[in-house]
T-cell receptor
Protein backbone atom coordinates (compact mmCIF):
# COMPACT_ATOMS: atom_id res chain seq x y z
CA UNK A 1 0.00 0.00 0.00
CA UNK A 2 0.90 3.62 -0.07
CA UNK A 3 3.33 4.89 2.50
CA UNK A 4 4.83 8.29 3.22
CA UNK A 5 7.79 8.52 5.55
CA UNK A 6 9.41 11.46 7.27
CA UNK A 7 11.78 11.97 10.13
CA UNK A 8 10.00 13.03 13.31
CA UNK A 9 12.13 15.87 14.64
CA UNK A 10 14.33 18.68 13.39
CA UNK A 11 15.96 21.38 15.47
CA UNK A 12 17.55 24.45 13.86
CA UNK A 13 18.90 27.79 14.94
CA UNK A 14 17.00 30.91 14.02
CA UNK A 15 18.29 32.31 10.72
CA UNK A 16 19.60 28.97 9.47
CA UNK A 17 17.99 26.92 6.72
CA UNK A 18 15.75 23.96 7.53
CA UNK A 19 15.43 20.94 5.28
CA UNK A 20 12.62 18.48 5.87
CA UNK A 21 12.72 15.26 3.91
CA UNK A 22 10.03 12.83 2.82
CA UNK A 23 9.85 9.63 0.81
CA UNK A 24 6.70 8.38 -0.88
CA UNK A 25 5.68 5.27 -2.73
CA UNK A 26 3.11 6.05 -5.42
CA UNK A 27 4.97 7.10 -8.55
CA UNK A 28 1.70 8.07 -10.27
CA UNK A 29 0.94 10.90 -7.84
CA UNK A 30 -0.06 14.06 -9.68
CA UNK A 31 0.73 16.49 -6.89
CA UNK A 32 2.72 16.23 -3.71
CA UNK A 33 1.92 18.44 -0.77
CA UNK A 34 3.45 20.03 2.27
CA UNK A 35 1.08 20.94 5.08
CA UNK A 36 1.89 22.94 8.21
CA UNK A 37 0.25 22.40 11.58
CA UNK A 38 0.68 24.94 14.34
CA UNK A 39 0.02 23.87 17.95
CA UNK A 40 -3.61 22.96 18.62
CA UNK A 41 -4.73 23.81 15.10
CA UNK A 42 -5.74 22.02 11.93
CA UNK A 43 -3.50 21.55 8.93
CA UNK A 44 -2.97 24.29 6.40
CA UNK A 45 -1.56 23.81 2.94
CA UNK A 46 1.91 25.29 2.84
CA UNK A 47 2.93 24.50 -0.71
CA UNK A 48 2.69 21.81 -3.35
CA UNK A 49 4.55 20.64 -6.40
CA UNK A 50 3.22 19.14 -9.59
CA UNK A 51 4.77 15.80 -10.40
CA UNK A 52 6.31 16.98 -13.68
CA UNK A 53 8.39 19.60 -11.86
CA UNK A 54 11.75 19.14 -10.16
CA UNK A 55 11.71 22.30 -8.12
CA UNK A 56 9.32 24.95 -6.95
CA UNK A 57 10.27 28.12 -5.12
CA UNK A 58 7.87 30.29 -3.18
CA UNK A 59 9.53 33.09 -1.19
CA UNK A 60 11.45 31.36 1.61
CA UNK A 61 10.21 27.91 0.63
CA UNK A 62 11.87 25.62 -1.90
CA UNK A 63 10.43 22.24 -2.78
CA UNK A 64 12.64 19.68 -4.49
CA UNK A 65 11.25 16.56 -6.11
CA UNK A 66 13.36 13.58 -7.10
CA UNK A 67 10.94 11.29 -8.92
CA UNK A 68 13.50 8.57 -9.52
CA UNK A 69 14.14 8.15 -5.79
CA UNK A 70 10.56 9.19 -4.80
CA UNK A 71 12.04 11.80 -2.52
CA UNK A 72 10.51 15.14 -1.67
CA UNK A 73 12.12 17.87 0.40
CA UNK A 74 11.07 21.20 1.82
CA UNK A 75 13.70 23.84 2.45
CA UNK A 76 12.87 26.85 4.57
CA UNK A 77 15.40 29.65 4.23
CA UNK A 78 16.15 32.04 7.09
CA UNK A 79 14.08 29.96 9.52
CA UNK A 80 12.15 32.02 12.07
CA UNK A 81 10.60 31.12 15.41
CA UNK A 82 7.19 31.41 13.74
CA UNK A 83 8.15 28.47 11.53
CA UNK A 84 8.09 26.16 14.56
CA UNK A 85 5.34 23.67 13.74
CA UNK A 86 4.73 20.16 12.50
CA UNK A 87 5.22 19.72 8.77
CA UNK A 88 3.41 16.94 6.93
CA UNK A 89 4.27 15.52 3.57
CA UNK A 90 1.26 14.07 1.68
CA UNK A 91 0.58 12.24 -1.54
CA UNK A 92 -2.81 11.51 -3.11
CA UNK A 93 -4.01 7.97 -3.41
CA UNK A 94 -6.86 6.70 -5.51
CA UNK A 95 -9.53 4.72 -3.76
CA UNK A 96 -12.43 2.76 -5.19
CA UNK A 97 -14.72 4.74 -7.46
CA UNK A 98 -11.89 6.90 -8.73
CA UNK A 99 -11.86 9.29 -5.81
CA UNK A 100 -8.80 10.67 -4.12
CA UNK A 101 -7.62 10.71 -0.55
CA UNK A 102 -4.41 12.07 0.89
CA UNK A 103 -1.89 9.83 2.58
CA UNK A 104 0.13 11.71 5.17
CA UNK A 105 3.50 11.11 6.69
CA UNK A 106 3.89 11.09 10.46
CA UNK A 107 4.93 14.73 10.44
CA UNK A 108 8.25 16.41 11.22
CA UNK A 109 8.28 18.61 14.29
CA UNK A 110 10.47 21.62 13.57
CA UNK A 111 11.85 23.42 16.61
CA UNK A 112 13.54 26.77 16.02
CA UNK A 113 15.79 28.04 18.80
CA UNK A 114 17.57 31.38 19.17
CA UNK B 1 -15.13 30.91 -0.75
CA UNK B 2 -15.22 27.53 0.90
CA UNK B 3 -15.02 27.14 4.65
CA UNK B 4 -15.09 24.17 6.98
CA UNK B 5 -16.39 24.29 10.53
CA UNK B 6 -15.67 21.69 13.15
CA UNK B 7 -16.88 21.65 16.74
CA UNK B 8 -16.36 21.49 19.60
CA UNK B 9 -12.74 22.56 19.79
CA UNK B 10 -12.09 20.62 22.98
CA UNK B 11 -14.01 17.90 24.74
CA UNK B 12 -13.46 15.91 27.93
CA UNK B 13 -15.67 12.86 28.22
CA UNK B 14 -15.79 9.95 30.69
CA UNK B 15 -15.17 6.41 29.57
CA UNK B 16 -18.38 4.78 28.40
CA UNK B 17 -20.10 8.02 27.43
CA UNK B 18 -21.33 8.73 23.88
CA UNK B 19 -19.61 11.01 21.40
CA UNK B 20 -20.78 13.25 18.61
CA UNK B 21 -18.43 15.51 16.67
CA UNK B 22 -19.84 17.58 13.86
CA UNK B 23 -18.29 19.04 10.74
CA UNK B 24 -19.92 21.22 8.11
CA UNK B 25 -18.61 22.62 4.86
CA UNK B 26 -19.79 25.80 3.18
CA UNK B 27 -19.28 27.15 -0.29
CA UNK B 28 -19.03 23.91 -2.20
CA UNK B 29 -21.23 20.99 -3.14
CA UNK B 30 -20.63 17.24 -3.41
CA UNK B 31 -17.37 17.33 -1.48
CA UNK B 32 -15.45 14.27 -0.40
CA UNK B 33 -15.41 14.35 3.39
CA UNK B 34 -12.88 12.81 5.74
CA UNK B 35 -12.32 12.18 9.43
CA UNK B 36 -8.70 11.85 10.53
CA UNK B 37 -7.27 11.14 13.97
CA UNK B 38 -3.90 12.42 15.04
CA UNK B 39 -2.13 10.65 17.87
CA UNK B 40 1.14 11.92 19.26
CA UNK B 41 4.06 10.94 17.05
CA UNK B 42 1.89 8.88 14.73
CA UNK B 43 0.81 11.38 12.11
CA UNK B 44 -2.63 11.41 10.63
CA UNK B 45 -4.70 8.28 10.46
CA UNK B 46 -7.65 8.28 8.07
CA UNK B 47 -10.70 6.94 9.93
CA UNK B 48 -13.59 7.47 7.52
CA UNK B 49 -14.27 9.00 4.15
CA UNK B 50 -17.48 9.77 2.31
CA UNK B 51 -18.09 10.48 -1.35
CA UNK B 52 -21.81 11.25 -0.95
CA UNK B 53 -24.82 11.36 1.35
CA UNK B 54 -25.14 8.13 3.26
CA UNK B 55 -21.94 6.71 1.71
CA UNK B 56 -19.37 6.01 4.39
CA UNK B 57 -16.22 3.95 4.11
CA UNK B 58 -14.09 2.97 7.07
CA UNK B 59 -10.35 2.69 6.82
CA UNK B 60 -9.65 1.00 10.13
CA UNK B 61 -11.74 -1.09 12.55
CA UNK B 62 -12.57 0.88 15.66
CA UNK B 63 -15.04 1.98 18.28
CA UNK B 64 -16.23 4.89 16.16
CA UNK B 65 -18.77 5.40 13.39
CA UNK B 66 -19.48 8.17 10.92
CA UNK B 67 -22.58 9.46 9.20
CA UNK B 68 -23.34 11.94 6.45
CA UNK B 69 -26.97 12.97 6.78
CA UNK B 70 -26.59 15.93 4.43
CA UNK B 71 -24.28 16.74 1.54
CA UNK B 72 -22.05 19.05 3.56
CA UNK B 73 -22.41 17.58 7.03
CA UNK B 74 -20.19 14.85 8.45
CA UNK B 75 -20.60 13.44 11.95
CA UNK B 76 -18.26 11.25 13.97
CA UNK B 77 -19.90 9.23 16.73
CA UNK B 78 -19.37 6.62 19.36
CA UNK B 79 -21.87 4.86 21.62
CA UNK B 80 -19.31 4.19 24.35
CA UNK B 81 -15.96 5.92 24.45
CA UNK B 82 -12.76 4.11 25.36
CA UNK B 83 -9.61 5.63 26.83
CA UNK B 84 -7.86 4.81 23.56
CA UNK B 85 -10.26 7.10 21.68
CA UNK B 86 -8.44 10.14 23.08
CA UNK B 87 -6.74 12.18 20.40
CA UNK B 88 -7.00 15.09 18.04
CA UNK B 89 -9.73 14.64 15.43
CA UNK B 90 -9.65 16.49 12.16
CA UNK B 91 -12.37 16.84 9.56
CA UNK B 92 -11.38 17.62 5.99
CA UNK B 93 -12.92 18.01 2.58
CA UNK B 94 -11.74 17.81 -1.00
CA UNK B 95 -13.31 18.16 -4.41
CA UNK B 96 -14.35 15.10 -6.35
CA UNK B 97 -12.53 15.88 -9.58
CA UNK B 98 -9.62 13.75 -10.65
CA UNK B 99 -7.28 16.70 -10.06
CA UNK B 100 -8.88 17.70 -6.75
CA UNK B 101 -6.32 16.08 -4.52
CA UNK B 102 -5.80 18.94 -2.08
CA UNK B 103 -7.55 18.55 1.27
CA UNK B 104 -8.86 21.42 3.38
CA UNK B 105 -8.94 20.92 7.12
CA UNK B 106 -11.04 22.10 10.02
CA UNK B 107 -9.42 23.37 13.20
CA UNK B 108 -9.70 20.03 14.95
CA UNK B 109 -11.26 18.70 18.14
CA UNK B 110 -9.10 17.68 21.08
CA UNK B 111 -10.87 14.75 22.72
CA UNK B 112 -9.74 13.55 26.13
CA UNK B 113 -11.44 10.46 27.51
CA UNK B 114 -11.06 10.18 31.28
Amino acid sequence: GEDVEQSLFLSVREGDSSVINCTYTDSSSTYLYWYKQEPGAGLQLLTYIFSNMDMKQDQRLTVLLNKKDKHLSLRIADTQTGDSAIYFCAEPSMFSGGYNKLIFGAGTRLAVHP
Amino acid sequence: SQTIHQWPATLVQPVGSPLSLECTVEGTSNPNLYWYRQAAGRGLQLLFYSVGIGQISSEVPQNLSASRPQDRQFILSSKKLLLSDSGFYLCAWSGQGAWDTEAFFGQGTRLTVV
